[in-house]
T-cell receptor
C-alpha cells in the first residue's frame, strides 16, 4: 500500500513567492494533519481536517498560510507570500476514522527553503 | 505554553546499553501517550503508545513506563543498537479529539 504522498520533496523559492505544498493521504483515512518541523520549535500542528472539513486551524501561524482539502484524496498548504522564516520541513499525516487511538501516518515531508 | 517537556535533548549510548528518554506533561486531559521515531529525511513513525489505565507497556526492546500521578512517562530502549540511532518524540493526545502535541525530541546515537 502506498503511504502518505507529499510533493514536492524539496522546494527552494525566493522571499515573496507563492508556495504550494501537496499531500495525498492514505486511502480511507478520514483525518488529515499538516505539521511544520523546525529545529527551534520542533513539530508543530498547523491544521487538521476531518472528512475534508477544517476542524482546528489554531496552529496556522498567520494569514499568509492557508490550507484546503477539496476532496478525500488531496490537500494543499499554501504560503503567500513566503518569507525566510517559513523555511522548515512540512509534514502531512493521515489517520483512519476507526478510533481515536490510531497512529498518525506521516508522509516523507517537504523541505522548504525560502531565500 | 510548553505542554510537553522532553529530556534529554541528545543521548549517546553504547551498543547493548539502555536508552532512557523522559517526558512530562501538564494537562490532565491528555489520555493517549505515543512515542514516535524519526530517521533523517523521513517522517515520524509510531513506535509504541500507552493509555493511562496501565503503568507499563512493552513491545520487544521498547518499554513505556507511565506515572499518572506524576504526569510523567518514559521510553526505555533495552539492548540499544546502532540502528536505533534516530530522533525520538514523545507526544500527548487530548480527550477532545485527535490533536497531538509533540515533545521537542531527543536525538539518540548508539555507538557501535
Amino acid at each position: 500500500d502506498a503511504g502518505v504522498i507529499q510533493s514536492p520533496r524539496h522546494e527552494v523559492t525566493e522571499m515573496g513567492q507563492e508556495v504550494t505544498l501537496r499531500c495525498k493521504p492514505i486511502s480511507g483515512h478520514d483525518y488529515l494533519f499538516w505539521y511544520r518541523q523546525t529545529m527551534m520549535r520542533g513539530l508543530e500542528l498547523l491544521i487538521y481536517f476531518n472528512n475534508n472539513v477544517p476542524i482546528d486551524d489554531s496552529g496556522m501561524p498567520e494569514d499568509r498560510f492557508s490550507a484546503k482539502m477539496p476532496n478525500a484524496s488531496f490537500s494543499t498548504l499554501k504560503i503567500q507570500p513566503s518569507e525566510p522564516r517559513d523555511s522548515a520541513v512540512y509534514f502531512c499525516a493521515s489517520v483512519p476514522q476507526s478510533g481515536r487511538w490510531d497512529t498518525q501516518y506521516f508522509g516523507p515531508g517537504t523541505r522548504l527553503t525560502v531565500l | 505554553q510548553q505542554q510537553v517537556k522532553q529530556s534529554p535533548q541528545s543521548l549517546i549510548v553504547q551498543k547493548g546499553g539502555i536508552s532512557i528518554i523522559n517526558c512530562a506533561y501538564e494537562n490532565t486531559a491528555f489520555d493517549y501517550f505515543p512515542w514516535y521515531q524519526q530517521f533523517p529525511g523521513k517522517g515520524p513513525a509510531l513506535l509504541i503508545a500507552i493509555r493511562p489505565d496501565v503503568s507499563e507497556k512493552k513491545e520487544g526492546r521498547f518499554t513505556i513506563s507511565f506515572n499518572k500521578s506524576a504526569k510523567q512517562f518514559s521510553l526505555h530502549i533495552m539492548d540499544s543498537q546502532p540502528g536505533d540511532s534516530a530522533t525520538y518524540f514523545c507526544a500527548v493526545q487530548d480527550t477532545g479529539g485527535f490533536k497531538t502535541i509533540f515533545g521537542a525530541g531527543t536525538r539518540l546515537f548508539v555507538k557501535a
